[in-house]
């Protein structure tokens, strides 16, 4: 027996030699070391020959299978995917060692063979080298996950009858005589055939009684034990309630199968079979809560609370069950039979009271699903939206400043540098002749008087005074006085945090600007802004001549405006028609009061 323990461990270690060294049997190393290794096995048969206590390979063999397994476990986690498959064939040899000779123990101590256990023990671990081998053929090495599962299974099997027999018949009874030894052999051989056809055996059967007990149907469950399956295939929604109908058809035998879906009281009939077209109906206030909290139903509750649905099957048995979640009505499913047909059992109802707990939780997540993608695209948009936003700004900041530098060049630097030259010449002629001079300070004057003006300008284009001191009213209605068109302006509103103030003095000025240029003569102007602590608001209507607003919004005025409404949170509309005015609306949630 010692000479067993000796051929488990000197094949069990093979694998792991082999991995370690990342070499396949088929190399010259490794053709060596499984030479060697398959030489020491039957060496140990050999020595095997003078059998010691059983006790030792009862003792010996899970200590070395512990052993073995702690270094298997330690290889396979740092291991590479080729290395892994090579300790999973590894792996298959020792569990098929483990279970022959286990199998071949306990035959022995019940049957008395065969004569030399520890031979047999040691020759069946010859499947740890025949394992190496097979693993280093490209066409076995994907294939051993499978056969691995299916040995530990049939493995086990063979154990546990072993160790039955053995409790039952050593632990309860006398040991068998040599008569009795074959009887006894040969009811363990059948128990081991019984047990490992039962799998295949039980779904044939099954498969048999259904087609002779539901003929050409499926059992009443079908639906329920299909449903979650497909779901895990990623078919569409759509897809899934046609079959998901088909299957209830099929499976309960009805005259009809139908799936309806919807929200807020409104369902509309998504599948059916056979197929009737799409329908909708329209729940009350009152029916909606009540359908939502029933369970599966007759006629008689129908025609109460579902009277759309129940009038589309006069004369047959009807039975729906509502899909809800968290108290949500989200679809009903409806079944229909003729009513010569045999009634709905509690079997029946049972699955489609389950099924409709699925369905409902399945549309419950395909909701969130499609809100999620919907939040995501807008998030999409409002990026896009924002990166765009930004370039404009910063292209409308360096536009600006250029426009401020022409300004001050083409206006008011040339009106000083006029100042100086006169100044220069004055100053020559204040001996000669003193009332020339006095006529050049006064044009003198005169020039610095424009000069000031010009600056003024250019400061309330930059931000205007009367805005920083006494807020949007008297900023709005000086920048009426100043309009092209007659504008008059209504608004009473507080003081808001300059930047909401900057915002809507400018894009006020920016629609009574395009007004004056595009209304036409005539046309008046109504500017209007309300404010309060949840929203600021304003509006500038005119009565001219109008546009189409869906090919001019993308237009520069548009977009300067929705751009500085965008980044203080608001929004801008443009109202408007040919021959119909316009109406320029700004939206601002929440605006931020100036401080007091």
Same mark, same amino acid.
Request: with cysteine.
């Given at each position: ?410 206006? $008011?630097?040339?009106?000083? =540098?006029?100042? &100086?030259?006169? #100044? +220069?010449?004055?100053?020559?002629? *204040? @001996?000669? !002749?003193? %009332? ?117 919004? $993308?237009?520069?005025?548009? =977009?300067?405006? &929705?751009?500085? #409404? +965008?980044?203080?949170?608001?929004? *801008? @509309?443009? !109202?408007? %028609? ?19």
């Amino acid at each position: 027996m010692m000479g067993a323990l000796v051929g488990v461990l000197w094949a069990g270690g093979i694998g792991l030699v082999l991995t370690r060294r990342r070499e396949s049997p088929s190399s010259r190393f490794g053709r060596v070391v499984v030479a060697l290794s398959t030489g020491g096995v039957i060496a140990s048969a050999i020595a095997a020959r003078d059998s010691l206590p059983a006790v030792v390979l009862l003792v010996g063999v899970p200590i070395a299978f512990i052993a073995g397994l702690v270094v298997f476990q330690g290889q396979y986690r740092g291991a590479t995917v080729v290395d892994r498959t090579r300790l999973q064939w590894v792996a298959w040899g020792v569990v098929v060692f483990l279970a022959l000779s286990s199998a071949a123990w306990l035959i022995d101590s019940l049957l008395g063979w065969p004569e030399h256990i520890g031979a047999v023990a040691v020759g069946l671990s010859l499947a740890v080298p025949l394992a190496l081998v097979l693993g280093s053929f490209e066409t076995f090495a994907g294939r051993v996950d499978r056969l691995l599962v299916g040995s530990i299974e049939a493995g086990g099997i063979l154990v546990m009858i072993g160790v039955v027999y053995l409790l039952v018949v050593l632990g309860f009874g006398d040991a068998p005589d040599h008569a009795q030894r074959r009887v006894l052999g040969l009811s363990m051989i059948a128990a081991a055939i019984a047990a490992l056809a039962y799998a295949p055996v039980r779904a044939r059967l099954a498969e048999f009684a259904n087609r002779r007990v539901y003929g050409g149907q499926r059992a009443p469950d079908e639906a329920l034990q299909t449903f979650g399956a497909r779901m895990s295939r990623a078919i569409a929604l759509d897809e899934l309630l046609l079959q998901l109908a088909e299957s209830l058809h099929r499976s309960l035998r009805l005259k009809s199968a139908e799936v309806w879906t919807g929200t807020d009281g409104s369902l509309e009939r998504a599948a059916a079979i056979p197929d009737r077209g799409p329908r909708r109906v329209r729940l009350t206030a009152e029916e909606l809560p009540v359908v939502a909290r029933s369970h599966v139903s007759g006629n008689a509750w129908m025609q109460v609370w579902l009277p759309g649905v129940l009038a589309e099957h006069e004369n047959r048995v009807v039975r729906v069950a509502p899909m809800a979640h968290s108290g949500e009505l989200l679809g009903l499913l409806v079944c229909a039979r003729e009513a010569g047909d045999a009634a709905f059992t509690d079997e029946e109802e049972r699955v489609l009271t389950e099924l409709a707990r699925q369905v409902g939780l399945a549309l419950h997540n395909s909701r969130l699903d499609t809100a999620l993608q919907a939040s995501l695209d807008d998030l999409r948009v409002a990026n896009d939206e924002l990166s765009a936003s930004r370039a404009r700004i910063v292209a409308a900041a360096d536009h600006s400043r250029r426009r401020i530098e022409r300004d001050l060049h083409d206006g $008011a630097q040339q009106h000083l =540098v006029a100042l &100086a030259v006169k #100044l +220069g010449l004055a100053r020559q002629m *204040l @001996e000669a !002749d003193p %009332a020339v001079v006095a006529t050049l300070l006064e044009e003198l004057r005169a020039d610095a008087q424009t000069t000031l003006t010009e600056l003024r300008e250019l400061a309330h284009g930059i931000y205007p005074p009367l805005l920083m001191d006494r807020g949007l009213p008297e900023a709005l209605r000086a920048a009426a006085n100043r309009a092209v068109l007659p504008a008059e302006v209504v608004a009473d509103v507080g003081r808001y945090d300059s930047d909401v103030e900057a915002a809507v003095y400018f894009c006020c000025l920016e629609a009574m600007q395009n007004a004056g240029k595009h209304a036409g003569e005539g046309s008046r102007l109504t500017v209007m802004v309300k404010g309060s602590d949840d929203e600021l608001c304003f509006e500038v209507a005119d009565d001219g001549a109008g546009f189409d607003a869906t090919n001019a919004r $993308a237009g520069h005025g548009f =977009v300067n405006m &929705a751009d500085r #409404l +965008g980044a203080i949170g608001g929004s *801008l @509309e443009v !109202d408007s %028609a040919p021959g119909h005015g316009t109406r320029i609306r700004g939206h601002i949630k929440q605006p931020a009061r100036a401080p007091v």
